[in-house]
Structures are given as C-alpha cells and as structure tokens.
C-alpha cells in the first residue's frame, strides 16, 4: 500500500485554494505510472518526492510531467514540515527537472503551515507579440493598452497579458500553444494589475488553474519592472474567484525595474486528509 497526502495550496482554510496529492518516498515508478496516478486521482496536480537533501521532486499534471511548479512545491514542503519532529522554522531545497529552488515553511497557530518559495532571478524573453492577435486569441476586444505583454520565466515561460477586466476572458483559439510557442511562450497568464488578479488555463482552454504558483513569481517580476510594485513589497495576488476556489498568492519580488534580483512565492496550506492506495497501476 502507498500512502498520500491531500493539501490545499493558497488557501486560507480547506476546500478553498489549489488542491494537492503529495507522495512521500514512493516505490519506484516509471513514467507512465506516475502519470496514470496522477490522472486517477484527478487533482490539478500530483507531486512525488523522494526526501534527501535536496528533495526530489516529479510534478505531473493531467496531461503531463510539468518542469517546474508552484503550488506542487509549496505544498509538498508543507507536508514534510507537519511530518519532521518539533516546530517553528524550516528550509527545503527542491530539485525539479528545471532546477533547484529553495523553501522556507513555518507552523501557524491555527493548525496550517505557511511555505514560501524563493524562485530566483526571473528572466525576460524578449518578444515582438501581436496584442491584437494574442486579444482575439483569449475572446477580447482589447487589453490594458497601458501596460506591454511581456514574457517571464522563473522555469515555465509565461506571457503576461494585461487585462482590465478578466470576466470575459476564455481561450477561443483553436492551437493556442502553438500560437504562444510562434512566440516563445509556453502559456499565458492574464492578469489584471489594478486588482491584483490573474486567470489561467491549460492550452486547450478546457481547465481553469485555480492557483498558478509558477506564474505568481513571473506577475511578481513584472510589477516591478512596470512600476507597480516596490522593491520588496509583498503582493497578494488573487486567483481562482472564478473556479469557485478563491486563493491567494503573496508575491514579491526583489531589485529595481531594470534589474529583478529574486522574486518570492508564498501561501497557506491546509490539510485536508490522507489517503492509501492500495493497488499500483
């Protein structure tokens, strides 16, 4: 039998936030059972971790192994602090397929544990995008002509696209990760900033993301270099009010508008329970 763990990840109180299977030290598996796993027990995301130093991690998706992602990360370090002897403070460095990224979690005195994620240096890719391509692609009229769609990564490439209002907004195009890729973006992330709020969804618009850790830290990186957030200052980024799982994701990032040193990721979890599998795919 192999054990899990069910967390909501940027969520002040359970069944709000992203929801989470975490696996802890499971048997070896391969690809294609890891993603079977994933797929049976329908959460957003599944993470498998191996704990060393660093922890490793294989994060998967519904339709794939992901590279890198947010609320996997955070939430899986929140299960090992709730499992490791004693309280207060603790560090985690994760290896993922991109990279290694470092976590801070800490208990909190309503039973939650808050992890933050320190994502780096972001990078900037620069990109001459069609605002009025990228517009009709999502099913808008226009976007925020104040602010520039821009391309960030801290691992996943995410265009930013600035909206003032997020209500309409749905994927109509009919390949739009091959229209993102003609770019050089791996997916879009919408984002109004007078609120802070985002949206987004797997390529083929089918499926909301409640709560997109791995963009949080590229929205950080662009409010600063636009002005809109200070060197240091801690955002809260809402998303998932459309989902009916409303969270929230404080974001900050770190250095000047012309030069973003680090950007930070961080939320609640809550636990909502455990679970057994008791047949391996």
Do not use: K
């Not at 069910?6 to 929801?19: E, K, L, M």
């Amino acid at each position: 039998m192999t054990g899990y763990h069910h967390v909501d990840v940027f969520a002040d109180r359970p069944y709000t936030g992203n929801s989470l299977a975490v696996f802890v030290d499971p048997p070896p598996l391969d690809d294609d059972r890891l993603a079977a796993i994933t797929r049976e027990l329908r959460h957003f995301e599944t993470i498998f971790v191996t704990t060393g130093d660093p922890v490793r991690a294989r994060v998967f998706d519904l339709v794939e192994e992901l590279d890198f992602a947010g609320h996997p990360v955070l939430g899986a370090a929140a299960v090992l602090h709730e499992q490791a002897p004693g309280s207060g403070e603790r560090s985690w460095t994760f290896a993922l397929r991109a990279g290694t990224v470092r976590v801070t979690t800490r208990s909190s005195s309503e039973g939650r544990v808050s992890a933050l994620m320190d994502q780096g240096a972001p990078e900037v890719i620069p990109a001459d995008v069609d605002r009025g391509e990228i517009a009709a692609a999502l099913g808008l009229r226009h976007l925020d002509d104040a602010l520039p769609l821009e391309i960030v990564s801290t691992g996943l490439r995410y265009l930013i696209v600035p909206v003032r209002d997020l209500s309409g907004a749905r994927i109509v195009h009919p390949d739009f990760g091959a229209l993102l890729a003609s770019y050089g973006a791996q997916y879009a992330y919408l984002l109004d900033a007078s609120a802070p709020e985002g949206r987004h969804w797997n390529n083929d618009g089918v499926v909301e993301d409640v709560a997109t850790g791995s963009a949080a830290g590229c929205v950080a990186a662009y409010l600063l270099r636009h002005g809109l957030a200070a060197d240091g200052q801690e955002v809260a980024l809402a998303q998932g009010r459309f989902t009916g799982r409303p969270s929230r994701i404080a974001i900050t990032a770190y250095g000047t508008p012309g030069r973003v040193e680090r950007v930070t990721v961080g939320g609640n979890v809550s636990f909502v329970g455990t679970g057994t599998l008791r047949e391996l795919p």
